[in-house]
């Protein structure tokens, strides 16, 4: 029975800390809406958000878009054979790039930012935390949240689609190569069938997904740095913990969100002759 009990008020305090944990992340999430909504123009001064924009977007370029090509070329080299034994490889690009466009690419360019910038925020902002200049910044009545926190969770709110962007068409570009360039699939065709599968709706409902993917990735990484325990081990865990939810958050978006925008487009977008029409 003591062991039952200790496992018991063990699994109590876990399930305690949990609410508690995601209390304090409300009240984060409320607190940067609060400064970003009563003094847009000092949170989003150029001074702090371009630098941001730039370490959250321009220095990503590379490794999205190696990804984004490569991953394209992956699902060709893997489809060919399945679309070749029923005679539809001509369609290849049609089927490659709707999925490229609805949830690869934003999912995928959406991952590397919470590799690469998230844990980067965590640790940067976890530093700050451990060393009290972020105590210093409040005695000084600089508020951390709108200098800090804000242009880093709006740099990755309007970054992540950029990126998603290049993911998109090095993911088609990548495809393509392997389609018509190994398998002599015609670039007439390719291109044909991924102007008729691709609906204007599929980049667009990516690209929102994708905002919503670098909203969680700012929030949830500031938070962790915020959040910080003390000493180097304390900043490590910060930086992980900061991927590991980002990455959560992520695919839980992407379920939730691949619903929504599939029923708006089935409810509104859709009609009689194209492919998702009744």
């Known amino acids: 029975m003591t062991a039952l009990n200790a496992s018991i008020s063990r699994f109590g305090w876990l399930v305690w800390d949990a609410v508690a944990g995601f209390g304090r992340f409300i009240e984060f999430v409320s607190a940067v809406i609060a400064q970003l909504t009563a003094h847009p123009a000092k949170c989003l001064r150029p001074s702090l958000l371009v630098a941001q ?46 999925s490229v466009t609805k949830q690869i690419g934003p999912v995928l360019a959406a991952v590397m930012v919470a590799g690469r910038v ?43 689609p950029m990126l998603t962007i290049y993911s998109d068409m090095l993911g088609a570009w990548g495809a393509w190569l ?40 700012g929030l949830v990484a500031c938070f962790k740095g915020f959040h910080s325990r003390a000493g180097a081990a304390g900043v490590g865990r910060a930086a992980t913990s900061a991927f590991v939810a980002a990455f959560m958050a992520i695919i839980i978006l992407n379920l939730v969100l691949a619903q929504f925008f599939n029923t708006i487009f089935r409810l509104f977008i859709a009609h009689p002759g194209s492919y998702l029409g009744g």
């Open 53 to 98: 924009c730039y370490a959250v977007g321009v220095a990503s370029i590379p490794v999205v878009a190696i990804t984004g090509a490569f991953i394209g070329m992956i699902l060709a080299l893997e489809g060919y054979a399945q679309f070749a034994a029923i005679g539809q490889e001509q369609r290849m690009g049609g089927i490659i790039n709707v």
């Open 118 to 160: 998230g844990g980067a925020l965590a640790a940067e902002l976890g530093s700050m935390a451990v060393t009290e200049q972020l105590d210093a910044m409040r005695a000084m009545d600089a508020d951390p949240i709108r200098i800090l926190v804000v242009p880093r969770v709006v740099a990755c709110l309007v970054m992540t």
């Open 178 to 217: 392997v389609t018509c360039g190994i398998y002599g699939v015609s670039d007439a065709d390719y291109w044909y069938f991924t102007g008729l599968f691709v609906h204007w709706w599929d980049p667009v409902s990516g690209l929102m997904k994708s905002a919503a993917f670098g909203l969680a990735i």
